[in-house]
């Protein structure tokens, strides 16, 4: 098979027989190297091929431009693939196409992703059924599309890391962003308290507001801890057992000031590119614990099912109107409207979903 585009050829040996079903063409969002993805990401067309026995052929219907999108791209994101690639690791999709040995999928049924990096900003992708995980038609695509990344990093280290039960406290910095309303929504769910650390902005008021609306315990500005009394946000609450932290520098240091005796701070990003300090006294006289935490790396320890298992009581709290984000959807024929927007060179946008 050959893939042509105005800057790419690639050959790709087809396997299985001629009788097998046959994918349709495909339109994809391709990069021969890596680089910034407004300077190396193409759309190709790519011709249709028989698909193996065991593959499916899914005919996207959304998919997400994430942060680790780009850092693929851009060859700096511990797991990627090698060039040439298509780009795009979460969407769901609609089956368009089996091989003769599939078993639990049928034309018809919607998909998503089980693990990352599966080249989602196509028209259409090939994968084996094992790759796809089933999902419900009745919940908006915008969803099913973000539900494998930003959500199942929050449920994960809700789970994981400390024993909590209804009334515990967790503290988080980086509210505002996809994963921390998602760990306000998923611990409210729980019966958990949450502290939000936000930074202090032009229009940080509505900001706030939302953030209480979507079931956040106390919202507060990352100014107060310059204070002393800055203790005070815990008055009539319990101290936090569990600490999330995506930003690192101060900004970690105010979730260390926050937690409890043994209590534990999980670091799942780094946006200030700060590094994470910790005294000595919080060490020995607190005993605070450190994690880190990367989706990835769990995906690839725990069993297919774990990761089914874990997307459908997503999907359940979305279904309940208890999971909810915003999301802008854009059609994929304005791709490069939607990167340019994803890069932040048209300000503050919502998460971009594209929509084939």
Not at 13 to 31: D, E, I, K
Not at 340 to 355: D, H, M, N, T
């Amino acid at each position: 098979m050959v893939w042509r585009g105005k800057n790419v050829t690639r050959i790709v040996r087809t396997r299985g027989f001629s009788s097998a079903p046959f994918s349709p063409p495909a339109r994809a969002a391709v990069y021969e190297r890596h680089g910034s993805p407004d300077e190396v990401l193409k759309i190709v067309d790519v011709p249709g091929r028989a698909l193996d026995r065991r593959e499916v052929c899914v005919k996207m219907l959304a998919a997400p431009i994430n942060p680790s999108d780009i850092n693929r791209i851009e060859g700096v994101y511990p797991m990627r693939p090698t060039p040439p690639a298509i780009a795009g690791g979460e969407g769901v999709g609609k089956v368009e196409l089996v091989g003769s040995d599939v078993e639990n999928l049928r034309v018809g049924d919607w998909v998503i992703p089980t693990y990352s990096g599966v080249g989602t900003w196509s028209t259409h992708v090939l994968k084996e059924e094992t790759s796809w995980c089933k999902v419900p038609d009745d919940v908006p695509i915008e969803y099913l599309a973000t539900i494998s990344v930003n959500p199942c990093t929050a449920f994960r280290m809700l789970e994981d890391f400390s024993a909590l039960e209804p009334g515990d406290v967790v503290v988080q910095n980086g509210a505002t962003s996809m994963v921390g309303q998602c760990v306000i929504q998923i611990a409210h769910a729980k019966g958990l308290q949450t502290i939000n650390i936000v930074r202090d902005r032009p229009g940080i008021e509505e900001a706030k507001e939302k953030l209480m609306n979507l079931g956040a315990t106390e919202v507060v500005l990352d100014s107060q801890f310059d204070s002393p009394g800055s203790k005070d946000i815990l008055a009539n609450r319990g101290t936090p057992k569990l600490g999330l932290n995506c930003i690192g520098g101060a900004s970690a240091g105010a979730v260390l000031k926050l937690l409890a005796p043994s209590g534990t701070m999980v670091t799942y990003g780094g946006m200030s590119k700060k590094p994470v300090i910790v005294s000595t006294t919080a060490f020995i006289f607190k005993d605070i614990r450190l994690r880190g935490f990367w989706l990835q790396k769990w995906i690839q320890e725990h069993k297919r099912e774990e990761m089914v298992a874990m997307a459908s009581s997503l999907i359940e709290l979305v279904q309940a109107g208890r999971l909810k984000y915003v999301t802008e959807k854009i059609g994929f024929e304005d791709f490069e409207r939607a990167l340019r927007k994803a890069l932040g060179k048209e300000g503050s946008v919502p998460k971009q979903v594209l929509v084939f």
